[in-house]
C-alpha cells in the first residue's frame, strides 16, 4: 500500500510526471521496507510495553500524509 500512496503523494507535488512517479516508487519502496522493518521489531518486542514507531499507524488511516517513524518508545 506505501507504493500508491508515494506515488499519489509525489504526483500532486510537482507537475513533471515521470520524475514524480519515480520518486514515488523509490520512496514507496523505502517506507515499505521501513513498516517492514518497524513490524519485525513489534514481533520481537510484543512482550514490551511500547508504542506503535509509523505514523500513521496503518497505511489507510491518513492517505495523503507520508509516513513517519519514530524511535523505539516505550509505554507507561
Do not use: C
Not at 513489534?42 to 507520508?66: G, H, M, Q, R, Y
Request: aromatic share 16%; hydrophobic share 40%; charged share 20%.
Amino acid at each position: 500500500m506505501e507504493l500508491p500512496k508515494n506515488i499519489s503523494i509525489w504526483n500532486q507535488k510537482n507537475n513533471n510526471m515521470l520524475r514524480d512517479f519515480t520518486e514515488g516508487v523509490l520512496w514507496g519502496v523505502v517506507h515499505t521496507a521501513g513498516r517492514t522493518a518497524s513490524g519485525a521489531v513489534d514481533l520481537a518486542t510484543f512482550w514490551l510495553p511500547t508504542f506503535p514507531t509509523p505514523s500513521p499507524i496503518f497505511v489507510w488511516d491518513d492517505f495523503s500524509k507520508e509516513s513517519d517513524y519514530y524511535g523505539f518508545r516505550m509505554g507507561r
